[in-house]
């Protein structure tokens, strides 16, 4: 039985001018120890996704069909008492913002002890604190007492992410999921926080959920990746193959999109705009964007099987149409 | 040989703290021909975005002048006549702040024309500003939050070309926008400096971009000149270490990207602070081909290899000068 | 917030004196066979110790109460926006410290105790009471529009402005002025209630307006002596101005609504 299981999701959001149908349908599943990764551009819906599995969505938001699945169990309707030993003692999140997942006026101890504690019960101040010190270390955070006794705005921002990344070591027993985690670092930080971010994870088999906009950093972390674009997942295969053989037009575009450190010139990018949520295309939602649209994208696609161990959700892989 | 468009010499910019001292940019030496894209790379405190502000006049150097078209260039943005203001113009980094949100796109490019003493006709200014951005002429009497990042950016473009300067300074242009829109910024401006004849120097830490956009590299770390070089060069041979330990952690997609990287020299250690530099080279820390000298010395920058410059003890360890302990 | 903007309106309307039911009363009036009495069908509101109809007295005190708020702030808001837009431009420099220092000193005396002061020097009258006023309150707008103005000052649009040759009155009216809109509304809208407050005090004390003009103020102050047993002569216009502040607190936090959601 897979570890995650999201179902033909659906999530509106209601705002001032109207209801944005941001997800429309997303299928995703996750394998115990496996790694995914949900790569798309911004406001694709790749957070509002894995906020729904985690069921942090803000209160305007509202699930209007699928499900969730977690070890079995409905994530959407487990009562509030599961759904709090779920996050303290099994699945967890790292932040896109290393800062904004800190509370600047408390100490690190402070945040770090708090965790501790509530993700198991009855341990005495030592053991929190050797606990502490064994998930900073893990971390690779040199000195730990030091850090224990610092202020957020006292640490470079990868020791912050550190930091945020043993924090949810603390509970991330069996899932993580990290949203955009090097975005906001130097690129030399980056490489070192997802090297140790993979080390990490597979020595303990955590399972892992990685989202990105950055394609080059998501190849050399996941085994298996989900493109999302306009709240739909567009396709979904081993990492390699998507990346070597992407079958999706926007797949396919959107890696041809990013300057080569090879050289090549500058690219073309995809032109257009992603479609509004409030107003999407009934159909396939690239539509307006892709080379490649016939009169049956005027429907939704299912996800066809594609290339090798893909599936993209495009007519040109249904059997019956073909690239003209 | 023709005058350089744009020259540093010896510039450096302290910044004195309650601490000690900060040395954002230190004993920078660099010359940029015209019509050139310079590619000013770094991570943070390298004092790429430092120097962009010099070049504005937005900071001023503690010591060192910048010359611009041969001539020394006051320091002070107020300082300099207004026509020199106008000749370097700068695209800034987020584009949410780059326009005041309560002027629609007419009124924020009708700012610099009107200044400019040429107000006659205004309106078909901003239409011919629009068009060579590659934007619809209606947006003109759209507001910022009307637009999306990459729309707001072209029209930043537009505001910094209506003085018609000769260089522009584009502070990581493209950085905070998605992969599929910076192709299309990338392209307008590669479009426009081959039609206006502009001189970019263009900031950013994104060595895969540089690659395809830049005529010449320079890669900088905790304020110095690191490595510059023209960039073919660069990439066939990348020779400080730092250099290399950034291309081996670029983020690359393909795999004929992978196997043109250098060989991995895995990235460890902290970015040290730029308070408290370590004596000698101040990335001896992290460098895996430290050596005694490295610790004591601070390398100067060598012409390695015509028109590739390199501070670094390794090159060429047989004629070198020992600048003094 | 459109409700609270309906009160608002209200009052507004209350302008008229042709809503009130006995005009005579604002004036010199006196009518000692009506005096005293409480709440009625003729008299709503009651009638004070010399007959007047309190209602009447009470809309036409209205009157009064908004036009001294109307003096006032366009004496004050003015000038201290003005103000307060230099001193945020030039941020770190010394005019920039003078005027906040200035605006530190008035701030420092509290503004009832400043209009007291100031009232009490010349000859108590409407007109002193609303310069009186007046000069207690621009350094706040000051303070606020500097708070704004140092930080939008530093936003990229601005650099790009000055970058292009922008002269420095454009940056600040056109650039930051703007931006800082929002909250000077805010404060404007919610003010107007304050400031009648202070008028109505000022009047309490005698220092407002005179007898025989209406005011809400001078009405409590008349009506105090009467006290428990009279009670309306005191108590309407004090619920009067109760509703009057209130009003303009909601339609405060309306406007306050109006420019947050345009920000984000």
């Known amino acids: 039985m897979p570890l995650l299981e999201v179902k033909d999701l659906r999530v509106q959001y209601r705002v001032y001018e109207g209801v944005l149908k941001v997800l429309n349908g997303v299928n995703l599943t996750l394998e115990k120890g496996e790694k995914v990764g949900i790569i798309g551009e911004s406001a694709c819906g790749k957070t509002t996704t894995v906020k729904t599995v985690m069921r942090l969505l803000a209160s305007n938001s509202k699930v209007t069909g699928g499900e969730v699945s977690y070890a079995g169990e409905d994530v959407l309707k487990m009562p509030k008492k599961k759904l709090s030993d779920l996050r303290r003692k099994k699945m967890s999140m790292v932040f896109q913002d290393p800062s904004s997942a800190l509370n600047p006026v408390f100490t690190i101890k402070q945040q770090l002890y708090d965790i501790i504690k509530y993700s198991a019960d009855g341990l005495s101040k030592n053991e929190i604190h050797e606990r502490a010190v064994t998930y900073l270390k893990q971390a690779a955070l040199p000195e730990p007492d030091r850090i224990l006794d610092s202020y957020p705005f006292q640490l470079s921002g990868g020791m912050k992410q550190r930091v945020n990344i043993a924090m949810a070591l603390v509970s991330a027993n069996e899932l993580l999921i990290a949203d955009e985690p090097g975005t906001s670092l130097d690129v030399t930080i980056e490489d070192q926080i997802m090297r140790l971010l993979k080390k990490i994870v597979e020595e303990k088999g955590i399972s892992v959920i990685l989202i990105t906009h950055a394609l080059g950093t998501v190849k050399n972390f996941v085994d298996r990746i989900y493109v999302m674009y306009a709240g739909t997942i567009v396709e979904e295969g081993p990492t390699r193959e998507v990346f070597n053989n992407p079958q999706h037009p926007y797949t396919q575009m959107l890696i041809r999109a990013v300057p080569k450190l090879t050289g090549g010139g500058v690219p073309e990018g995809i032109l257009g705009q992603v479609p509004s949520y409030l107003t999407p295309p009934p159909g396939c939602r690239f539509i307006t964007r892709c080379p490649y649209s016939m009169d049956v994208c005027d429907h939704v696609p299912a996800m066809y099987d594609a290339g090798t161990d893909q599936r ?11 690239r003209k | 040989m023709t005058t350089p468009i744009l020259t540093g010499e010896d510039l450096r910019k302290y910044f004195p703290v309650k601490s000690g001292v900060i040395k954002a940019v230190d004993e920078l030496n660099f010359r940029m021909e015209k019509g050139e894209v310079l590619g000013v790379v770094g991570e943070s405190g390298s004092g790429k975005t430092t120097l962009g502000n010099m070049i504005m006049g937005i900071y001023q150097p503690t010591s060192g002048r910048i010359t611009f078209k041969g001539e020394s260039l006051p320091a002070r943005a107020k300082a300099r006549p207004i026509q020199l203001k106008r000749d370097i113009q700068m695209v800034f980094q987020n584009p949410a702040s780059s326009l005041n949100p309560r002027r629609s796109v007419r009124q924020a490019l009708e700012v610099p024309i009107r200044f400019g003493g040429d107000a006659d006709s205004i309106r078909d200014r901003i239409d011919q500003l629009l068009e060579v951005v590659e934007l619809p002429v209606e947006y003109a009497d759209r507001y910022p939050e009307e637009l999306g990042g990459g729309e707001k950016q072209l029209v930043a473009i537009a505001r910094a070309l209506a003085t018609n300067p ?81 291309l081996s952690s670029i983020p690359v997609v393909t795999e004929a990207e992978e196997a043109a990287k250098p060989q991995k020299i895995q990235s460890v250690g902290e970015i040290a602070g730029a308070l408290n530099l370590p004596p000698g080279c101040a990335f001896h820390p992290r460098c895996p081909f430290i050596m005694d000298v490295c610790k004591k010395v601070d390398p100067p920058l060598i012409e390695v290899a015509p028109g590739h410059w390199c501070d670094c003890h390794l090159y060429p360890t047989e004629n070198r000068q020992t600048s003094g302990a | ?103 530190d000193v008035f701030v420092a005396v509290p503004p009832l105790l400043l209009a007291l002061s100031v009232a009490s020097v010349l000859t108590p009258s409407a007109i002193d009471a609303m310069l009186a006023v007046s000069l207690a309150w621009w350094p706040w707008y000051t303070r606020l529009v500097y708070s704004s103005a140092s930080s939008i000052r530093n936003e990229d649009f601005v650099r790009a402005a000055e970058l292009v040759g922008a002269s420095r009155w454009h940056i600040m009216f056109k650039e930051i002025l703007p931006n800082a809109l929002g909250s000077i509304l805010t404060k404007v809208t919610l003010d107007c209630g304050w400031v009648i407050l202070i008028g109505a005090a000022l009047s309490y004390v005698g220092l407002g307006a005179q007898a025989p003009t209406p005011d809400l103020g001078t009405m409590i102050a008349e009506g105090a002596t009467y006290l428990p047993s009279q009670w309306w002569i005191s108590i309407f216009p004090a619920f009067a101005i109760v509703i009057v502040i209130l009003g303009f607190n909601l339609l405060g936090d309306g406007v306050n609504d109006m420019f947050s959601a345009g920000i984000s």
């Not at chain 2, 990439?235 to 270490?241: E, G, L, S, V």
């Not at chain 3, 109460?65 to 004050?76: D, E, F, I, P, T």
């Open chain 2, 166 to 246: 000769s260089l522009i300074v584009l502070d990581e242009p493209t950085s905070s926008l998605d992969v599929s829109i910076q192709a299309k910024i990338i392209n307008v401006l590669m479009r426009l400096k081959l039609k206006l004849g502009l001189s970019y120097v263009f900031i950013t830490h994104n060595l895969s971009l540089m690659r395809n956009v830049a005529d010449r590299v320079m890669i900088m770390y905790l304020g110095k000149v690191r490595e510059v070089a023209p960039t073919e060069e660069f990439f066939r041979n990348p020779m400080h270490p730092y250099t290399r330990m950034l």
């Open chain 3, 1 to 103: 917030m459109g409700f609270a903007a309906i009160i608002g309106i209200v009052f507004v309307a209350t302008f008229a004196p042709w809503l009130s039911p006995d005009p005579k009363s604002a004036g010199l009036y006196v009518n000692f066979a009506a005096a005293g009495q409480p709440p009625s069908s003729v008299h709503l509101f009651g009638t004070d110790e010399i007959g007047r109809d309190i209602l009447t007295r009470i809309m036409f005190g209205f009157r009064y109460s908004l036009m001294l708020m109307a003096v006032v702030l366009s004496l004050s808001v003015a000038p201290g926006v003005f103000l307060g837009l230099i001193a945020g431009y030039y941020n770190g420099r010394r005019v920039s410290s003078i005027i906040m220092r200035v605006a």
């Open chain 1, 312 to 322: 993209a959700a495009c007519f040109l892989y249904d059997g019956v149409h073909r």
